[in-house]
Nanobody, 126 residues
């Protein structure tokens, strides 16, 4: 079992920055890949960013590439999402997820992630 708790969401103006955190507990954090997804009202959940166990392999959605940075601190059992140059279209609930079946491979499909946090809301005003 893995428990995930996100934090760091809030209201920010367009062009601003936020850093989301996701604290994990349960199974050994450093052994599995982690990802961030988001879901805007009326839309399906979509991939944002993910990284493998070491953080050496990362993937980003085209919509956030160059603006968002995913990272992890295995000593703190935490994964981060640094979001810069935020746009109104980034407004969504953001979820972290664990893919405990993968150590090296970084998947973009939400169905491949077996544990999810409760989400944190990000609102970007224009």
């Amino acid at each position: 079992q893995v428990q995930l708790v996100e934090s760091g969401g809030g209201l920010v103006q367009s062009g601003g920055s936020l850093r989301l955190s996701c604290a994990a507990s349960g199974r050994t954090f450093s052994r599995y890949a982690m990802g961030w997804f988001r879901q805007a009202p009326g839309k399906e959940r979509e991939f944002v960013a993910a990284l493998n166990w070491s953080g050496g392999n990362t993937r980003y959605a085209d919509s956030v590439k160059g603006r968002f940075i995913i990272s992890r601190d295995n000593a703190k059992n935490t994964v981060y999402l640094q979001m810069n140059s935020l746009k109104p279209e980034d407004t969504a609930d953001y979820y972290c997820a664990a893919d405990t079946r993968s150590t090296w491979y970084v998947d973009v499909r939400p169905d491949e992630y077996d544990y999810w946090g409760q989400g944190t809301q990000v609102t970007v005003s224009s």
